[in-house]
């Protein structure tokens, strides 16, 4: 079964670092993956999603990701954080029997002021 | 973007009750719902898939006669916990599917349900 992994818990930075979350996936074909944010107290929303193409993908405020399919991989980065993007964010990939998505365990970044 | 929205946001009940959660897409029509429940410190974990019109499907482990769900239009999905107990606390989460946008789901705020 699809399956997906989140490398980090907790990622603290300070305003300006460059941040980079990992993800990866278990299964190895044809793949659909998506990188969502809860801020506190917030439903998730969607950053970002990948279905095919261009393997580095644009999402919302400075977000992107990059789909690397021999490393299983669709990390999530930002080249500049600010104390705004502190939240949980989630990694998923759409699974191909009913359309839902499977989680992982989520990361959590608090960026310092 | 669309907008889910689940009622209640919160709520606490007496161990042996039932309490149902709504589920409702505002400005697009959701074939599909997904329910989630949410553990502290760990992920979504995928309860069930309610498509409008017929049965829901759901997950292994999951009690489909103490979890109902019913999908009775595009637009409103329920999740009945039926005579709940402590151990159901927890974080649900609704998604809509909209068709238009492709594969792209949508999440409502949660449900935060501590049974007492």
């Known amino acids: 079964a699809q399956s997906v992994s989140q490398h980090n818990h907790h990622v603290i930075l300070s305003e300006a670092a460059s941040l980079e979350l990992g993800c990866n996936y278990s299964?190895?074909?044809?793949?659909?993956l998506f990188w969502y944010v809860q801020y506190p107290g917030q439903h998730l929303q969607l950053l970002l999603k990948?279905?095919?193409?261009?393997?580095l993908v644009k999402g919302i405020k400075g977000f992107e990701a990059e789909f690397i399919k021999s490393k299983f991989s669709f990390n999530l980065r930002k080249p500049s954080v600010q104390w705004s993007d502190t939240a949980e964010y989630f990694c998923?990939?759409?699974?191909?029997?009913?359309?839902?998505?499977?989680f992982g365990k989520g990361t959590k970044l608090s960026v310092k002021p | 973007g669309a907008v889910v929205s689940q009622h209640p946001s919160r709520v606490i009940c007496k161990s042996g009750t039932s309490v149902k959660i709504e589920c409702r897409s505002l400005?697009?029509?959701?074939?599909?719902m997904f329910w989630y429940r949410q553990f502290p410190k760990k992920s979504l974990m995928l309860m069930a898939t309610?498509?409008?019109?017929?049965?829901?499907?759901?997950e292994q482990g999951v009690e489909k006669d103490k979890f109902l769900i019913n999908h009775a239009s595009l637009t409103l999905s329920t999740l009945t916990v039926t005579s709940a107990h402590p151990e159901d606390s927890s974080f649900y989460i609704c998604?809509?599917?909209?068709?238009?946008?492709?594969?792209?789901?949508?999440f409502g705020p949660g449900t935060r349900l501590l049974v007492l």
């Open positions: 998604s809509a599917r909209d068709g238009r946008v492709q594969e792209t789901q949508y």
């Open positions: 400005d697009f029509q959701a074939t599909t």
């Open positions: 309610s498509n409008e019109g017929s049965k829901a499907t759901y």
């Open positions: 998923a990939v759409l699974s191909g029997s009913q359309g839902n998505l499977i």
């Open positions: 990948y279905f095919s193409g261009d393997p």
């Open positions: 299964y190895g074909g044809t793949v659909n």
